[in-house]
């Protein structure tokens, strides 16, 4: 995978979600800009990844895809229930 191709999605404007597939099976969805490091020149093999689960060095030679999705936005919160003051109870009708 070209730098370069990274560089572009983490750049849109408006910005859109992406995915990285790897190799091997592995996926990142980059959420938002800020959650990616790129190399400075010369070094360009690796870009930094802060994840949910971490900190990831992935190595641009390892992915196989980068797919930008509109549908990986985050899942929205559940409705409320209740005025707002107390959580509802619980043998309220539904």
């Given at each position: 995978m070209q730098?370069?191709?990274?560089?572009?999605?983490?750049?849109?404007?408006?910005?859109?979600?992406?995915?990285?597939?790897?190799?091997?099976?592995?996926?990142?969805?980059?959420?938002?800009?800020?959650?990616?490091?790129?190399?400075?020149?010369?070094?360009?093999?690796?870009?930094?990844?802060?994840?949910?689960a971490g900190v990831h060095l992935i190595d641009l030679g390892l992915i196989q895809e980068l797919v930008l999705a509109e549908e990986l936005q985050a899942t929205p919160p559940p409705a409320a229930q209740g005025n707002g003051d107390q959580p509802p109870s619980q043998d309220q009708p539904t």
């Open positions: 730098l370069d191709r990274v560089r572009e999605a983490l750049h849109q404007r408006p910005f859109r979600p992406f995915l990285l597939k790897m190799v091997d099976g592995t996926s990142y969805t980059i959420r938002h800009p800020d959650f990616v490091a790129l190399p400075p020149p010369p070094k360009k093999r690796e870009i930094v990844f802060f994840g949910e």
